[in-house]
């Protein structure tokens, strides 16, 4: 128990796993959560020193797996403290010790991970830390917004490491965003960070915080470290030069799995900085709205990434989900990826091939880390082996392609013929799971082991030719040698010959159908046996951990030809899908025009049971610059807008595009608000969380930019939602600073008048066609107006009871014979009142009207949305005043 309490100390907000024998058992408070948790039996063990008995609660410690993983998916963070010398050969009480932290951040079982996404433990790191002088730190916090935040991105299942740094408040929110985005399983921090305060989005994620003293995130010990890992002198090949706080939150990450993982980590020697102008942004919200990696229920379905990800091995899943979601802004990259793509899509053949080869490939990445970390097992190893071979035939089947980007990937891609024939020359053809179960290594790899198992054999044999000498001596046909581990070796005789036993069988134990006896040569033999047996084991043990041991060192080598192959899975995956659903090679420049013919809806058009009309559609930053987009519910316009900025995703990872033709710039970001979202558990309705996002698509969106918005201001009353909603528009067509490229599907038929105010500005809307009472839903977009929403049709067409479309008629003449124009009902009957003049939102009043000369005096290039708005209000007031 003392044992037990010291590794409690060292782990207190952990539940320690402590070795005893066969099982692992909890005690204490341990126990009673693990019991309620794992729904064990909770007993108890001899009571400590003030007389109270322990709570306990146990499980075997072969099945320790399964209960960790139920318990880091409940949040919990458990530490493993083995028993680490050999019970039978240690003096007094064994020796334990913590081997193995483990937590949401770092679980590694197979059954815990996504094979096709990364799981990720992110540390944070402010500036300055949560310390008073010098990098000491302080039993008070810093309560102050810290001046920098760096970030280290880390997934201990692959090796992938990724730092950043943020600044100032802009740079808080770009964390935000990043961290919605990337979903890592763990957050790192130092003690004393105030998170809900500084970033609040991701303390409301409920992603596990884990916290570490303030020095390990100190620059200078965190540069030691990083060094230390990389084997470097320095970091400036790493571009963190002048990058304090990155340093900082990347050298206490990997401090922090150093010491809970208890290894080295030589899987992890590599980092890349990332700057934020290095990829095409698309925030959360965005990346929810476009339905780029999940679907509207949740998981992949009915996702772009599900239609697209037809990729043969996990890590190529993997990398094409990171290039989705942070697609390329360099014409030069996003061109050579194209080229790739072009020649893969029509060489057939060796696409077709090298397909076929991937499959064979298994998680080459996970098994190195996994070896690296000293989990591996044998089959994880015969694994490795297995997808190494298909390096030399990959490199075989695509020698004769000539697109630069291949060329350099077949570059890359090392051979590995050295680990491939270590591991073959020493692991049997068919080994087990676990190498405690034995016989995982071959003949001929170890002399003492083959003697071991020379003996172990023979031994056996002549047991069971003692066994037939023992049935002619005694006359007994039932007569059996049988082993256990409580005796040993033993002869077993039934009642029924009890009377036939010789003199020289000594009786060990009495049993219900007969009795167990031993003779001095049986002793003799078991043991020579069960010493050579026992030997066997721990000598195949010692083999295979060299074995693991020497794969890790080469994990670097492994896993540069990893990526390679994971990057011609994706170009080949790529490939595939453009040749069978007909895509497009596009035309890609730095700025410009982005024109798209007979475009198409990647998802839409693979799951509609009906042929896919498709759009077209042309934006730039002069004459086309905003499209106002009109048309009924149902119509078709938040595909039309959704396909669009997912024409630029796909174009940006370096994919075919799915139209006709296609000439697209290279843009920075893109914000897309398509659909209605509440979020209750934060206290937002539906007009919050939209005018929340089309703030920061006003604040943030530049000229390189593309934006969709459907139906901004329906959240609120009609005229409320109207102002908005123009205001909005003109403020990006006409903001002087930034001129996205901008898609507007609305309702308010009185938007498509900016078209005649405002350069830039046109109008566009979905084709429908009446017929009697029902509506033709046609798909088409083209240049124009629509006047009417056909609202009425669609809440026929959605099965509303015939009475209430029949009253939803009467009402509407009411209205548009303006009943309501100020302030007045239609009548109960339904019949219209004497009709009443409108005055129209963007008529013009009298020339000699107050309302005349307070807009002529207005300098509208330097309101903001909000005063305009404001102003807006005011106007309306006083001409309600003067009716």
Not at 200 to 207: D, F, T, Y
Request: glycine share 8%; net charge negative; hydrophobic share 40%.
């Amino acid at each position: 128990m003392r044992q037990y309490l010291d590794a409690k100390r060292q782990y207190r907000d952990a539940i320690v796993f402590f070795r005893m024998g066969d099982f692992y058992e909890m005690f204490y408070e341990d126990a009673v959560t693990a019991a309620r948790a794992l729904e064990l039996t909770l007993t108890s063990r001899s009571k400590d020193s003030g007389g109270s008995a322990i709570p306990m609660c146990g499980i075997p410690y072969h099945a320790a797996d399964t209960y960790i993983a139920r318990l880091v998916k409940r949040g919990f963070r458990v530490a493993i403290c083995d028993q680490v010398e050999d019970a039978r050969k240690a003096k007094g009480l064994v020796r334990r010790a913590v081997t193995r932290v483990v937590s949401p951040g770092t679980l590694m079982d197979a059954s815990y991970l996504e094979a096709r996404e990364p799981a990720f433990i992110l540390a944070i790191a402010p500036l300055p830390l949560p310390a008073a002088t010098g990098g000491e730190a302080s039993s008070s916090p810093e309560r102050s917004a810290p001046e920098r935040l760096g970030t280290a991105l880390l997934d201990l299942s692959t090796g992938e490491f990724v730092t950043a740094e943020y600044l100032s408040e802009s740079g808080r929110q770009s964390l935000n965003e990043e961290i919605q985005v990337l979903r890592p399983r763990e957050l790192l921090v130092p003690e004393g960070f105030d998170l809900s305060g500084v970033l609040p989005e991701v303390a409301r994620l409920g992603v596990p915080v884990t916290t570490a003293d303030p020095w390990s995130f100190g620059f200078e010990g965190a540069q030691r470290t990083l060094c230390e890992q990389m084997q470097t002198s320095g970091l400036h090949a790493f571009g963190l030069d002048d990058r304090p706080a990155a340093v900082s939150a990347a050298g206490a990450l990997v401090l922090h799995l150093r010491d809970t993982q208890k290894v080295d980590l030589a899987h992890v020697r590599s980092l890349l900085y990332r700057e934020r102008t290095d990829c095409l942004l698309i925030d959360a919200s965005t990346i929810k709205h476009l339905e780029i990696v999940e679907g509207a229920e949740g998981g992949r379905d009915g996702s772009l990434l599900d239609v697209v990800d037809k990729t043969q091995t996990p890590m190529g899943a993997r990398m094409l989900r990171g290039w989705l979601l942070r697609p390329l802004v360099s014409l030069e990259r996003i061109q050579d990826r194209l080229d790739a793509v072009e020649e893969l899509a029509f060489r057939t053949s060796e696409r077709g091939k090298v397909r076929d080869t991937l499959k064979a490939v298994h998680d080459l990445e996970r098994l190195v880390a996994r070896a690296a970390l000293g989990t591996a097992g044998p089959r994880d190893l015969l694994g490795l082996r297995q997808s190494l071979t298909a390096i030399p035939r990959v490199r075989l089947i695509l020698g004769e392609l000539q697109a630069p980007l291949v060329r350099s990937l077949l570059g890359e891609l090392d051979d590995l013929a050295d680990v491939r024939d270590l591991i073959a020359a020493t692991l049997a053809d068919e080994p087990p799971a676990l190498a405690r179960d034995g016989g995982a290594i071959r003949d001929g790899v170890d002399t003492e082991l083959d003697e071991l198992r020379s003996i172990s054999r023979s031994g056996k044999a002549h047991i069971a030719s003692m066994e037939e000498a023992e049935r002619a001596r005694t006359g007994i046909s039932s007569l059996k040698i049988r082993y256990n581990r409580v005796f040993g070796y033993y002869i077993e005789i039934s009642k029924a010959n009890l009377h036939a036993v010789p003199d020289d069988y000594h009786r060990k134990q009495t049993i219900a159908g007969g009795e167990r006896f031993i003779t001095p040569g049986l002793k003799q033999y078991e043991e020579k046996v069960v010493g050579a047996d026992e030997r066997i084991l721990e000598r195949e043990l010692e083999i295979f951990d060299r074995l693991r041991a020497q794969v890790a060192v080469e994990a670097p080598r492994i896993q540069d030809s990893a990526r390679a192959l994971a990057t011609l899975d994706v170009l080949a995956c790529l490939g595939e899908i453009g040749t069978l659903h007909d895509y497009t090679k596009p035309l890609m420049t730095e700025s410009g025009e982005l024109s798209i013919t007979d475009g198409r809806h990647p998802v839409v058009e693979r799951m509609s049971r009906e042929p896919f009309v498709p759009n077209d559609l042309s934006l730039d930053g002069g004459a086309q610059q905003l499209v106002i987009l009109t048309g009924p519910n149902m119509g078709g316009k938040s595909t039309y807008l959704r396909q669009s900025a997912l024409m630029s995703v796909l174009a940006q990872i370096g994919s075919f595009v799915p139209a006709k033709q296609a000439k697209l710039p290279v843009i920075d970001r893109i914000f897309a608000r398509v659909g209605a979202s509440d979020n209750i558990a934060r206290g937002y309705s539906t007009f919050m969380v939209e005018m929340r996002e089309t703030a920061r698509i006003l604040h943030t969106a530049t000229s390189r930019s593309l934006v969709v918005l459907d139906e901004i201001g329906r959240g609120t009353a009609t005229f409320d939602g109207l102002s908005i909603a123009w205001a909005v528009a003109e403020y990006m067509a006409t903001n002087p600073k930034a001129r996205p490229r901008t898609l507007f599907a609305t309702h308010y038929h009185e938007l498509t008048d900016l078209s005649d105010a405002l350069p830039g500005v046109v109008n566009y809307h979905v084709v429908v066609r009446e017929w009697h009472e029902d509506i033709v839903f046609l798909r088409k977009v083209v240049p124009g107006r629509s006047d009417r929403s056909y609202g009425i049709q669609v809440a026929r067409l959605a099965g509303l009871p015939r009475d209430v479309v029949s009253r939803a008629r009467e009402i509407l003449t009411a209205l548009e014979h303006d009943e309501l124009a100020r302030g007045g009902r239609p009548s109960l009957s339904g019949a219209p009142r004497e009709p009443q003049q409108q005055l129209g939102l963007f008529a013009a009043p009298p020339a000699e009207s107050p309302l005349t000369r307070k807009i002529a005096a207005l300098d509208v290039d330097r309101m903001t949305p909000l005063e305009a708005l404001a102003l807006l209000a005011d106007l309306q007031r006083e001409a309600r005043e003067h009716l």
